[in-house]
């Protein structure tokens, strides 16, 4: 016995553990007082599951034994104290067992599923022999009828492509199916039978296959009896228009309604019914369907019959579909079997002929489409129903809506045995599938009579709603994903909380011979109903014996029905074909049950905290198969037996020697039992919860049936209660069924937890778990019950209470949960609602008992302590204001009159009031009377009939402390008034002072308690209206509060439209704000985002006008000042002007740049007062140039103009383009004329003087060029964009350049950057980091050597990526201004002077910037000596000389700060120098073209390159190959790639780089052919490098050298790089000017 090794009764140590006490009994007599057997093991049993003669043990740590008759191994006994151990499901962790009548299973951590035991049916899922298998004779080829080691079953989807598996929870096993629970709440199944609740006529079934009817529904629980299926489902909401038919009747009513009655909430048209019923053959003893052999017979004792023989013959009907509904002898009713032989087909039946039978089912199936066809249109738009007939009689609804030709192709492949019934009956198996003759003549006579006991009308008032999908098609194809994915969504939001729903369905399908469907007939279910008389009956487990059924609901109670030949049943109600209620005594909760063979197991609460057991069902046991003869036959009712006289469940004596039971198990004719020992109280403690909270549940259900509903549904209750106070009751109401739904699923959720297979964590308890639920709960149920006694509401409601129960007065003291109370004054109904706070105390009280338990060091103790902290403060605030309440409505009762009555609100507390003068306002008249009056959310002060309201959440009270008055002041601040008040006495003071101080405190969130005198929160949140007049009249704010004042951040909002939302400071707004005003006349809103100061709009920000202007820049007080951008215009995107400069008090004053979309010209100089005032430029679209005077917004004076064609008039200008006085005009072609001009440039010019016409050897004239010189009358480049400079100075701190402190201007880059972080929420990840590193403050102050230099050039970097460092706005802006410049019509050949002067200046005052931030670093060109050497890739960002030394760095702003500029400034830049070399680029390009034609050898030639420079041959991938004279391109290929790379680079300083490795590439390709203390000189040099130009084709060289030489660093013009410089342009001019090269 290899298998017992790891037994847990092999251990030495056999101490009983503390819990999973395993009990286990079998009934022996009715009047034998039954002794269970305690079975000792080492090792808690954490689950056990019993089967007809064999059981499993789930131990702790995941191992399963079994016991009792293991048929699959071969018939051996294995006694339940010796249990056996599953080696297989040794390391596999199983969590759950399930035994079925001879089979087992099992469900693993991981969710996989293992099967063994008797595989006949398919019940193990497997189909092949193999090695923990064997079979019998005649059984090999359909698979083992044995599983001996338990294999896995692999539940795959196979509707997802790809396939997944499915992790299975839960597993139950009846006698030849398995139902699987996944952990998507769906329902998988296999093996045999119509329980199985699958569209297939296939049988057995061995894979896994998915419920289809079940799809889209939250199943929670799976039951298997021995041919019979439950599923316990979470329901779905209510259909639409049982929403609005509740919404009419509230109409009707006149006042709010709802029904706290399960029955009629959940209402659906008959036409959606779909009994899917099939009526069984009466069987006759001897006569029945064959099944195959079952190997169980030969394990049968002698008191059971089982004369067939495995060859007793085969079946003329043993069709696919038949099996399902097998009523053979082998089925075991109450204990029982019948042997039975094959069932012949009845030739003396009503349809002898073939033909007959075919009309006949035609004619059914015809009749099947019709009456679909008919109910589809009766059940407005439901498509998902499955009709059928209405009655009872639709014994073919077997095809379960499927037509017989939709079922015809399962038929084609029938066996041998199928075929030759099929021919005997002479009908085609094409029309006559699944339906044997006999079914056929049972289905006939059900058209004269009805199969159930109960009538029609009972039929008819039994159905239910939407069985499901529809049944028709391909399971792929009924997988309705839109409708699973909508039901799903609204079942995670209903059980979001985690709680077990009490909403539920009990759906049930297989056999229903003996009622256990519960449909109120016998007919058998081929897939899933719902039990229409369960449906909010909140069932919370459902139960199956092996003929019977059983659930349990929330309220303790248990509903059975099927077969009660025992009195298994709990009742002797007639018919049991329909659940009814087990007759329990009052006071009995049951929590848990189970079904066995022929008996039912309840485990309940009893008088004392310590579980009680019921049992009812067979109660003699000596010959079971004596009850085989009193069992009925289908299709006949069943009643109780007349021997028993009570069917009433009995208690049993020894369970209170149990210990505390959590469990119960039955099976076959064995019951089982799981108990716990109270070791230091816990396990009582927990009953203890458990046992009180269901309890509390019944308590409450019983106040909303008897009291809440009648009063409600009370039609003239909205007159009389009144309107405030029938609001407030139906309040009440709602409230009261959400802590009803709340302690119904937590009275649930602990019978589950005590239940608990894997364990009992404390920490995972609701009450610790969902805390907040708990706590909001109970708070809004008793917030509601104070609203409804403080409005009086009790007074008007008992009066109401006694004219509605009448004689049920005596309801009130049942009510009462300690029955003491009476109901004949209106504080009885109070005692009575306000009952459920009682239970917070219990709550606390159990945790604190719990928590004894363990260390004060563990988890376990640290949630218990909480929890019980929690719940001991609730319930001791909650107590307070219930006593509050009390308190309130006793001082309306007292000042009761119109004046108070307006104050009088249903959230509004007394608190504390000054009617005895013990509070008054200083300074007060003599005869004044003032009242002063503390609520819970306002302070009111009352002169005559005047009343101050001043809200608590905006109020502040600080004593007086001045000690010469003698007064015992109080301050009291509010937003828009202060005051002083006096007590009468010192004890009076400070009782108001806590007063004010809890209250404002519980107002601001805090608890309200232990708050000292004067200690409220000066900052806070809070709401507030201002009524006074000022800035705010009649605004509301929401937002911080210092002191009485607006301070931080809030919202405020004006009656006129005006919204202000940002940061205030003392009252006022200041700081980052967003606001808008609306704009009346527009009927849009202006709105500005930016900076604040004092109330006024000052610093930067961005201003949107109703008009579609928008305004980015620079106010101060409200008005436009410094620089700014204002873009005009109607269109969306594209603006019809735009104005770049500077702005004063809201003007256009100063350097700006004006470009008129509209008219195509851009306009660049100053300004006064929004006209054009001084020194400009005007470019135009069609490459018009001036520059000149402007006054009066007018072109007055002189000035230059030049044309597209460099046409050029120079002289006086009277108005734009009008030209009137002496001037001279310069053509393209060198001639002039020079006299009195005027006229308009565009329309023609009238002249009077001299035309000049220069000789080509005259000189040029020097006067008359300096007249036509650009640059004369523009704006100097110091002088543009100084605006720009003074506000990053303002940001920096300083007054003017250079003005301010240095440590001041860090603090503000600081500051800066920390609101930024703080107040921009769409910041990515990078630039958060970039943020971080800025934060800190740079060393600024020591003396700059080349670390230095380079730790500034790197800060310099990272500051000028974010533009919310004042260095990178800076560095922002001047990138923006500069494109609004050059960009567009200003892309202007003439303007790349300015252009390169302004990107010089843009460095001076950058640099003058960075030394004021940087004090150490010294003037331009200083050099930096004695420092340690710079890594190399630094090299060409710096100007260093390398000695054999050190490292020489000189300083300047070129190589400081131009890196970081001119990258963002170089597409306009160069396209202004690509324009200005246009005409030389021409020529350039087209020799470079011809040039390049030529082969190698004949350019280098033709260049005068020395031969000894030519190489030879050249590498191609490593490999030499010789170059002859018509190859191109093959020569010097490294040093024309290197200059190749100038386009890529940027600065002068980056291009010089590039120049200068070229030199070295050439230099290098040429040593290897000289000596190697070969020198250069430039007649070698030159022509060689030009060649490398020629090859290199680079486009626009002449501009990239025009680039470096205005903008390189001075410190380079004069070495070596300047002279690689010079070199490189010569070679451009030498390309340019000479046609012969």
Same mark, same amino acid.
């Given at each position: 016995?290899?298998?017992?090794?790891?037994?847990?009764?092999?251990?030495?140590?056999?101490?009983?553990?503390?819990?999973?006490?395993?009990?286990?009994?079998?009934?022996?007599?009715?009047?034998?007082?039954?002794?269970?057997?305690?079975?000792?093991?080492?090792?808690?049993?954490?689950?056990?599951?019993?089967?007809?003669?064999?059981?499993?043990?789930?131990?702790?740590?995941?191992?399963?034994?079994?016991?009792?008759?293991?048929?699959?191994?071969?018939?051996?006994?294995?006694?339940?104290?010796?249990?056996?151990?599953?080696?297989?499901?040794?390391?596999?962790? +199983?969590?759950?067992? !399930?035994? =079925?009548?001879? &089979?087992?299973? @099992?469900?693993?951590? /991981?969710?996989? #599923?293992?099967? $063994? %035991?008797?595989?006949?049916?398919?019940?193990?899922?497997?189909?092949?022999?193999?090695?923990?298998?064997?079979?019998?004779?005649?059984?090999?080829?359909?698979?083992?009828?044995?599983?001996?080691?338990?294999?896995?079953?692999?539940?795959?989807?196979?509707?997802?492509?790809?396939?997944?598996?499915?992790? +299975?929870?839960?597993? !139950?096993? =009846?006698?030849? &199916?398995?139902? @699987?629970?996944?952990? /998507?709440?769906? #329902?998988?199944? $296999? %093996?045999?039978?119509?329980?199985?609740?699958?569209?297939?006529?296939?049988?057995?079934?061995?894979?896994?296959?998915?419920?289809?009817?079940?799809?889209?529904?939250?199943?929670?629980?799976?039951?298997?009896?021995?041919?019979?299926?439950?599923?316990?489902?979470?329901?779905?909401?209510?259909?639409?228009?049982?929403?609005?038919? !509740?919404?009419?009747?509230?109409?009707?009513?006149?006042?709010?309604?709802?029904?706290?009655?399960?029955?009629?909430?959940?209402?659906?048209?008959?036409?959606?019914?779909?009994?899917?019923?099939?009526?069984?053959?009466?069987?006759?003893?001897?006569?029945?369907?064959?099944?195959?052999?079952?190997?169980?017979?030969?394990?049968?004792?002698?008191?059971?019959?089982?004369?067939?023989?495995?060859?007793?013959?085969?079946?003329?009907?043993?069709?696919?579909?038949?099996?399902q509904f097998e009523a053979g002898g082998d089925t075991q009713t109450d204990g029982s079997s019948a042997s039975s032989s094959g069932r012949r087909t009845n030739r003396n039946s009503a349809f002898p002929d073939g033909l007959e039978l075919q009309a006949l089912l035609q004619r059914l199936s015809s009749q099947s489409t019709e009456e679909r066809d008919i109910n589809h249109n009766t059940a407005a738009g439901d498509n998902t129903s499955l009709s059928s007939h209405t009655s009872d009689e639709s014994c073919l609804s077997s095809t379960s809506e499927v037509s017989v030709d939709q079922f015809a192709p399962c038929y084609k492949d029938e066996s041998p045995v199928k075929r030759q019934i099929n021919e005997s009956s002479g009908v085609s198996g094409h029309y006559l599938p699944a339906v044997c003759v006999e079914e056929v003549r049972v289905c006939l006579e059900g058209e004269r009579k009805i199969s159930s006991p109960i009538d029609i009308n009972q039929a008819a008032n039994r159905r239910l709603s939407l069985p499901g999908t529809p049944t028709y098609g391909s399971p792929c194809g009924r997988r309705l994903k839109d409708c699973r994915s909508s039901s799903a969504g609204r079942i995670l939001e209903e059980a979001a909380d985690g709680l077990p729903a009490l909403e539920t369905e009990v759906w049930s399908w297989g056999r229903g011979t003996e009622g256990q469907l519960g449909h109120g007939d016998q007919l058998a279910r081929l897939q899933p109903l719902c039990i229409k008389r369960l449906t909010g009956e909140e069932v919370i487990k459902v139960a199956a014996g092996s003929h019977h059924s059983l659930a349990l609901t929330a309220l303790c109670q248990v509903y059975s029905w099927g077969s009660n030949l025992c009195g298994q049943l709990g009742h002797d109600n007639n018919p049991?074909?329909?659940?009814?209620?087990?007759?329990?005594?009052?006071?009995?909760?049951?929590?848990?049950?189970?079904?066995?063979?022929?008996?039912?197991?309840?485990?309940?609460?009893?008088?004392?905290?310590?579980?009680?057991?019921?049992?009812?069902?067979?109660?003699?046991?000596?010959?079971?198969?004596?009850?085989?003869?009193?069992?009925?036959?289908?299709?006949?009712?069943?009643?109780?037996?007349?021997?028993?006289?009570?069917?009433?469940?009995?208690?049993?004596?020894?369970?209170?020697?149990?210990?505390?039971?959590?469990?119960?198990?039955?099976?076959?004719?064995?019951?089982?039992?799981?108990?716990?020992?109270?070791?230091?109280?816990?396990?009582s403690a927990i009953h203890e919860l458990a046992s009180r909270e269901r309890r509390f549940y019944c308590w409450l259900s019983s106040v909303g049936k008897l009291l809440l509903t009648p009063l409600r549904n009370k039609e003239n209750i909205y007159t009389s209660l009144g309107e405030s106070c029938a609001l407030r009751f139906f309040s009440l109401c709602e409230s009261f069924v959400r802590l009803t739904a709340l302690i119904g699923r937590h009275s649930a959720s602990l019978s589950s937890f005590l239940r608990g297979v894997q364990g009992r964590d404390v920490t995972?308890?609701?009450?610790?778990?969902?805390?907040?639920?708990?706590?909001?709960?109970?708070?809004?149920?008793?917030?509601?019950?104070?609203?409804?006694?403080?409005?009086?509401?009790?007074?008007?409601?008992?009066?109401?209470?006694?004219?509605?129960?009448?004689?049920?007065?005596?309801?009130?003291?049942?009510?009462?949960?300690?029955?003491?109370?009476?109901?004949?004054?209106?504080?009885?109904?109070?005692?009575?609602?306000?009952?459920?706070?009682?239970?917070?105390?219990?709550?606390?009280?159990?945790?604190?008992?719990?928590?004894?338990?363990?260390?004060?060091?563990?988890?376990?103790?640290?949630?218990?302590?909480?929890?019980?902290?929690?719940?001991?403060?609730?319930?001791?605030?909650?107590?307070?204001?219930?006593?509050?309440?009390?308190?309130?409505?006793?001082?309306?009762?007292?000042?009761?009159?119109?004046?108070?009555?307006?104050?009088?609100?249903?959230?509004?507390?007394?608190?504390?009031?000054?009617?005895?003068?013990?509070?008054?306002?200083?300074?007060?008249?003599?005869?004044?009377?003032?009242?002063?009056?503390?609520?819970?959310?306002?302070?009111?002060?009352?002169?005559?009939?005047t009343h101050h309201i001043y809200p608590l959440s905006s109020l502040w009270v600080k004593p007086v402390t001045d000690s010469s008055s003698g007064l015992h002041a109080m301050k009291i601040t509010c937003p828009e008034e202060s005051f002083t008040v006096v007590a009468s006495t010192p004890q009076e003071k400070n009782k108001w002072l806590r007063a004010l101080n809890q209250a404002v405190d519980q107002v601001l969130g805090g608890g309200g308690q232990g708050s000292s005198p004067g200690t409220t929160a000066i900052s806070r949140m809070a709401s507030y209206a201002f009524t006074g007049e000022g800035r705010f009249k009649d605004a509301k704010y929401t937002g911080g509060w210092l002191a009485g004042r607006v301070h931080g951040r809030g919202t405020m909002k004006w009656p006129d439209g005006r919204t202000y939302c940002g940061n205030f400071k003392n009252g006022q707004e200041d700081g980052y704000g967003e606001c808008l005003v609306p704009n009346k006349v527009l009927n849009k809103a202006d709105s500005y985002s930016g900076q604040w100061r004092d109330g006024k709009i000052r610093g930067f920000g961005k201003y949107k006008y109703a008009s579609g202007e928008v305004y980015e820049g620079c106010f101060y007080d409200g008005q436009r000042h410094g620089y700014g951008m204002l873009s005009s215009g109607k269109l969306a995107r594209t603006s019809s002007s735009v104005f770049i400069g500077q702005w004063v008090h809201d003007k256009k004053t100063g350097y700006g740049v004006y470009d008129d979309i509209t008219r195509g010209e851009k306009y660049m100089g100053l300004w006064l007062d929004d006209q054009r005032h001084g020194s400009a430029v005007v470019v135009t679209q069609y490459g018009v140039y001036y520059e000149g005077s402007f006054k009066d917004n007018k072109m007055v004076g002189a000035g230059l103009l030049v044309s597209e064609d460099d046409t050029a008039f120079h002289g006086e200008f009277s108005d734009d383009w009008a030209v009137n006085g002496k001037g001279l005009l310069s053509l393209a072609n060198g001639d002039s004329l020079e006299g009195q001009f005027s006229g308009e440039w565009a329309a023609g010019l009238k002249v009077i003087g001299t035309y000049f016409k220069p000789p080509p050897d005259e000189p040029e004239n020097k006067d008359r060029t300096s007249l036509l010189r650009l640059g004369q009358y523009v704006v100097t480049a110091d002088q543009r964009w100084i605006c720009v400079f003074d506000e990053c100075w303002s940001r920096l701190g300083c007054s003017a350049v250079g003005r301010g402190e240095r440590s001041t201007a860090w603090d503000n880059i600081a500051i800066a950057i920390a609101s930024a972080r703080q107040h921009s929420t769409d910041l990515s990840r990078s630039h958060t980091k970039l943020l971080e590193s800025l934060e800190c403050i740079p060393q600024h102050e020591e003396p700059v050597t080349a670390t230095n230099y380079e730790n500034i050039r790197r800060y310099l970097t990272k500051a000028c990526e974010t533009p919310l460092?004042?260095?990178?706005?800076?560095?922002?802006?001047?990138?923006?201004?500069?494109?609004?410049?050059?960009?567009?019509?200003?892309?202007?050949?003439?303007?790349?002077?300015?252009?390169?002067?302004?990107?010089?200046?843009?460095?001076?005052?950058?640099?003058?910037?960075?030394?004021?931030?940087?004090?150490?670093?010294?003037?331009?060109?200083?050099?930096?000596?004695?420092?340690?050497?710079?890594?190399?890739?630094?090299?060409?960002?710096?100007?260093?000389?390398?000695?054999?030394?050190?490292?020489?760095?000189?300083?300047?702003?070129?190589?400081?700060?131009?890196?970081?500029?001119?990258?963002?400034?170089?597409?306009?830049?160069?396209?202004?120098?690509?324009?200005?070399?246009?005409?030389?680029?021409?020529?350039?390009?087209?020799?470079?073209?011809?040039?390049?034609?030529?082969?190698?050898?004949?350019?280098?030639?033709?260049?005068?390159?020395?031969?000894?420079?030519?190489?030879?041959?050249?590498?191609?991938?490593?490999?030499?190959?010789?170059?002859?004279?018509?190859?191109?391109?093959?020569?010097?290929?490294?040093?024309?790639?290197?200059?190749?790379?100038?386009?890529?680079?940027?600065?002068?300083?980056?291009?010089?780089?590039?120049?200068?490795?070229?030199?070295?590439?050439?230099?290098?390709?040429?040593?290897?052919?000289?000596?190697?203390?070969?020198?250069?000189?430039?007649?070698?040099?030159?022509?060689?490098?030009?060649?490398?130009?020629?090859?290199?084709?680079?486009?626009?060289?002449?501009?990239?050298?025009?680039?470096?030489?205005?903008l390189m660093d001075p410190n380079f013009q004069h070495g070596e790089l300047g002279l690689m410089l010079t070199t490189l342009k010569a070679c451009f001019f030498q390309i340019q000017q000479e046609s012969n090269v």
């Open positions: 016995m290899e298998n017992r090794v790891d037994n847990p009764l092999d251990e030495e140590d056999l101490a009983s553990p503390d819990r999973g006490l395993l009990h286990i009994w079998q009934p022996e007599g009715h009047s034998v007082q039954l002794c269970p057997d305690r079975v000792l093991l080492s090792k808690p049993v954490l689950q056990v599951a019993l089967g007809e003669h064999h059981g499993l043990l789930l131990i702790q740590g995941g191992l399963v034994y079994s016991f009792g008759e293991l048929s699959w191994r071969h018939g051996q006994r294995v006694p339940v104290e010796g249990p056996l151990l599953e080696i297989s499901l040794v390391r596999r962790t +199983v969590v759950r067992v !399930a035994a =079925g009548s001879f &089979h087992c299973g @099992a469900v693993t951590e /991981q969710g996989s #599923v293992y099967m $063994w %035991g008797e595989n006949s049916a398919g019940q193990c899922g497997l189909n092949k022999r193999g090695g923990a298998t064997y079979s019998t004779a005649g059984q090999a080829d359909k698979g083992p009828v044995f599983v001996a080691e338990p294999c896995p079953v692999s539940v795959v989807d196979s509707e997802v492509v790809p396939p997944v598996a499915v992790r +299975v929870i839960d597993l !139950a096993c =009846g006698r030849e &199916h398995n139902l @699987a629970l996944s952990a /998507q709440n769906e #329902v998988w199944a $296999w %093996g045999s039978g119509c329980q199985l609740g699958l569209v297939t006529t296939t049988f057995p079934v061995w894979k896994p296959h998915k419920v289809e009817h079940l799809a889209g529904r939250h199943v929670i629980q799976v039951a298997c009896g021995a041919f019979h299926s439950l599923a316990l489902v979470r329901r779905l909401p209510p259909q639409s228009f049982t929403t609005q038919r !509740a919404s009419e009747q509230r109409e009707q009513s006149q006042s709010p309604r709802y029904l706290l009655t399960p029955e009629d909430s959940f209402v659906v048209d008959d036409t959606h019914y779909c009994p899917l019923g099939v009526e069984l053959p009466e069987v006759s003893p001897g006569k029945g369907c064959p099944r195959r052999s079952s190997p169980r017979r030969r394990l049968q004792t002698a008191g059971k019959s089982g004369t067939s023989s495995p060859a007793s013959g085969s079946s003329p009907c043993q069709s696919s579909i038949h099996s049991v074909l329909v659940p009814h209620l087990a007759k329990l005594s009052d006071g009995v909760r049951v929590w848990d049950v189970c079904g066995g063979q022929s008996h039912s197991l309840f485990l309940s609460d009893g008088d004392c905290v310590q579980p009680i057991l019921f049992y009812c069902g067979q109660q003699q046991g000596p010959h079971p198969g004596s009850i085989q003869s009193q069992r009925s036959l289908p299709g006949q009712s069943q009643r109780s037996p007349s021997r028993l006289d009570d069917v009433r469940p009995m208690l049993l004596p020894f369970c209170m020697d149990m210990g505390y039971i959590s469990s119960v198990c039955s099976g076959g004719q064995s019951c089982a039992a799981l108990s716990d020992h109270n070791i230091m109280g816990f396990i995972s308890l609701a009450l610790l778990m969902h805390t907040e639920h708990f706590v909001n709960t109970y708070k809004e149920y008793c917030s509601a019950v104070g609203n409804f006694q403080v409005m009086g509401g009790f007074q008007s409601l008992n009066k109401v209470a006694l004219d509605c129960l009448g004689p049920q007065q005596s309801w009130f003291a049942q009510l009462t949960y300690d029955g003491s109370a009476s109901a004949d004054a209106p504080a009885d109904l109070v005692s009575l609602l306000y009952q459920p706070l009682q239970q917070l105390h219990q709550y606390s009280r159990v945790l604190l008992k719990t928590e004894a338990c363990y260390d004060v060091k563990t988890t376990e103790y640290l949630s218990l302590h909480q929890g019980f902290c929690q719940y001991e403060s609730l319930s001791s605030s909650q107590l307070r204001r219930m006593k509050e309440a009390e308190i309130t409505f006793a001082f309306w009762q007292a000042h009761s009159g119109k004046t108070t009555e307006i104050l009088r609100l249903p959230q509004r507390r007394v608190l504390c009031e000054s009617s005895n003068r013990s509070l008054t306002l200083q300074n007060a008249g003599r005869f004044s009377n003032h009242w002063f009056i503390l609520f819970n959310d306002a302070l009111v002060h009352t002169q005559s009939s460092h004042p260095l990178g706005w800076l560095m922002e802006t001047l990138v923006t201004v500069y494109r609004m410049t050059f960009v567009g019509v200003g892309s202007n050949r003439r303007l790349l002077k300015q252009a390169v002067q302004e990107i010089q200046a843009y460095l001076k005052h950058f640099f003058t910037v960075v030394r004021f931030l940087f004090s150490g670093l010294p003037d331009e060109g200083v050099v930096l000596t004695n420092t340690p050497a710079l890594p190399s890739s630094n090299a060409h960002n710096t100007n260093k000389h390398n000695t054999a030394e050190q490292w020489v760095v000189v300083v300047s702003c070129s190589s400081l700060l131009l890196p970081l500029l001119l990258p963002r400034l170089y597409p306009p830049l160069f396209t202004l120098y690509c324009l200005q070399e246009e005409q030389e680029e021409v020529q350039y390009w087209e020799r470079i073209l011809r040039l390049n034609k030529l082969p190698d050898q004949s350019l280098l030639s033709s260049l005068g390159v020395k031969e000894k420079f030519w190489p030879m041959s050249m590498s191609v991938l490593g490999e030499k190959k010789q170059i002859v004279s018509s190859s191109r391109d093959a020569c010097f290929v490294s040093a024309v790639e290197t200059l190749q790379q100038i386009s890529t680079t940027f600065t002068p300083s980056d291009k010089l780089q590039v120049i200068q490795r070229t030199f070295e590439e050439l230099t290098q390709e040429v040593k290897p052919m000289l000596n190697s203390d070969f020198l250069w000189c430039m007649d070698d040099l030159f022509p060689l490098f030009l060649y490398v130009v020629l090859r290199a084709r680079i486009r626009n060289l002449g501009a990239e050298v025009s680039l470096i030489e205005d």
